[in-house]
């Protein structure tokens, strides 16, 4: 169980980080190959000199007792290769899976969902040894505005290969009715994200309803399949 005897607070401070809704969202597995679990920390509202919102996420490196503050990894908006968008919001949510080769190190995906006038993003970085790889940003096939791709992402292995795959809820796109939402899925391979899926709420259900947000929030599991 959990020992709050050994429980402790951080604040952006201790890992000389701006603050902007630090902690909103969180990761835990061994992205950068020391053989323990790092914490990876989004800061979607963090600013970027006058622009507000572009967001931020910070690594912190796990060791054999807990993680460390003093050798904090920071990533801004532009570390996958954009540029600062106000209300980008990159960091909102995170996940961390084996979507590449088992080669030893997990990977991060980020959702900046209010990027490119809201229509949302996902950027995919490769686990390494001391360092991420950012290697690649996907957006939405619909391109429309305010759909908030990337509010939400889980990883996991969705069509049993092996190699972990990315859901990327997308609670307000318009399909039929307004802010029905929508799930999309990519899938892993050695090579990264090759081909993908996407799910609508008349997938799920008997139709569409206004403002039922789809993908708001994301999870995988073996359900009902034993152990």
């Not at 967001?55 to 801004?76: E, I, K, M, R």
């Not at 990159?90 to 190190?105: I, M, P, R, Y």
């Not at 969902?113 to 040894?129: I, T």
Request: proline share 4%; glycine share 16%.
């Amino acid at each position: 169980g959990l020992v709050t005897t050994q429980a402790s607070s951080l604040r952006p401070v201790d890992i000389g980080a701006a603050g902007g809704a630090f902690g909103s969202a969180l990761a835990v597995g061994n992205v950068i190959g020391l053989s323990h679990a790092d914490v990876l920390v989004g800061s979607p509202e963090a600013d970027a000199g006058f622009i507000q919102n572009s967001g931020s996420v910070h690594l912190l490196v796990g060791n054999p007792t807990t993680v460390s503050t003093a050798n904090a990894l920071h990533f801004d908006a532009t570390a996958d290769g954009e540029f600062y968008q106000t209300n980008g919001r990159f960091g909102a949510s995170l996940a961390v899976g084996d979507f590449f080769a088992d080669d030893g190190e997990l990977d991060v995906v980020v959702g900046a969902p209010g990027r490119f006038d809201g229509k949302g993003a996902l950027s995919l970085a490769r686990g390494g040894l001391l360092a991420l790889q950012w290697s690649g940003v996907f957006t939405p096939y619909a391109n429309e505005e305010n759909a908030s791709y990337g509010f939400a992402v889980a990883a996991g292995d969705w069509d049993g290969d092996g190699d972990d795959d990315a859901a990327v809820g997308s609670p307000f796109t318009d399909i039929s009715s307004i802010n029905s939402g929508q799930v999309v899925i990519f899938f892993g391979t050695p090579a990264g994200f090759v081909g993908w899926t996407r799910y609508d709420e008349a997938d799920c259900s008997a139709g569409y309803g206004t403002n039922s947000h789809m993908g708001s929030s994301l999870a995988f599991g073996r359900f009902g399949q034993g152990p």
